[in-house]
């Protein structure tokens, strides 16, 4: 057999491996695919939006590894020496990346821990958004004037976050002020009417009215009533509307402040005096009288 030949048959050949090569990387990203979704399938009934994603990617890139691994044996690579290489690597970039190890760490005791999943809706630092993803080195999270927030894990650990969504029921505070002429008894059953003919607030638990104190201008309540999570945003619209309607209809007043100036216990008030633009005195307020 001449130089020729051998070239000829050595060149089919390394046509032929590169060409499987490639068949088994093309099959292999379509059978991980496929599997992939065939995983997050069988525990979609059992597991919540988060892990499904976590499965997937893991099912994915595994399989994934595993052909691509094979195009690369069949090409005649050694994989001895990338995975000693990938070990070096691996090494050295933790040692370059402290904060991103400390992301993934955090991350794992977020998946673990389970503070929230996707869907829910969190305050993170006066941030609140729902969660998009919750990955290894970061949450993502979507805000209500639709930006996209992304928060590392090691924040989520280190900072207060509150899940909006984590049970059924939420209560509501609305911060109310009557008049000190007002009767307190009346108010009280006018706020608790409101509450009853309100078809948003719950029965169980029932609605509840704290008196805070006596105010500068104002007799202070708290009127608390509880919804379910899903329309408490509808209920805290709706409640401050039919309780300021209910509070004109009964002719209760709610007070805005009032302000009187004196020079000392035992004197009399401020007279008040109006002057016109041309600067000459147009009227002067009674001496007691209080502004």
């Known amino acids: 057999m001449d130089l020729s030949s051998l070239l000829d048959v050595v060149t089919g050949r390394r046509a ?31 597991a919540d939006n988060h892990h499904e994603i976590l499965v997937r990617r893991v099912v994915f890139y595994g399989v994934a590894g595993l052909f691509v691994a094979s195009a690369l044996s069949e090409l ?8 000693g290489a990938a070990g070096i690597l691996t090494v ?42 919750i990955d290894l080195l970061s949450v ?13 894990n090691e924040t989520m650990i280190k900072t207060e976050v ?38 948003l607030c719950l029965e169980e638990p029932p609605p509840l009215i704290l008196f805070m104190g006596y105010g500068d201008s104002a007799l202070q309540h708290q009127f608390s009533v509880w919804a379910k999570t899903e329309n408490y945003l509808e209920l805290r619209n709706t409640i401050a ?17 009032h302000r009187t ?7 009399d008030p401020f007279p008040v005096v109006q002057v016109e633009e041309d600067g000459g005195q147009a009227a002067a307020s009674e001496p007691g009288n209080n502004t």
């Not at 979704?37 to 059992?46: W, Y």
């Not at 993502?140 to 590392?152: A, M, Q, S």
């Not at 049970?167 to 009853?196: N, T």
């Open 16 to 46: 032929v491996q590169v060409l499987w090569a490639l068949l088994k990387l093309g099959g292999g990203l379509l059978l991980a695919r496929l599997a992939s979704r065939g995983a997050a399938r069988l525990i979609a009934g059992s």
């Open 76 to 83: 005649g690579v050694d994989l001895s020496i990338l995975l």
């Open 92 to 133: 050295a970039v933790g040692f370059a990346s402290q904060t991103s190890a400390s992301n993934i760490i955090s991350g794992l005791f977020l998946i673990g821990e389970k503070p929230f999943a996707v869907g829910d809706i969190i305050r993170v630092n006066g941030t609140v958004g729902e969660v998009l993803s």
């Open 140 to 152: 993502k999270l979507r805000t209500f004037d639709n930006l996209f927030v992304r928060i590392p």
């Open 162 to 199: 509150t899940n909006l969504m984590r049970f059924p029921i939420r209560r509501y505070d609305l911060q109310v002020g009557v008049a000190y002429k007002e009767d307190v008894r009346a108010v009280r059953d006018v706020l608790m009417e409101v509450a009853e003919n309100n078809p």
């Open 241 to 257: 509307v039919e309780v300021k309607e209910a509070f004109d209809e009964c002719g209760i007043e709610i007070p805005y402040p």
């Open 261 to 267: 100036l004196y020079a000392g216990s035992a004197t």
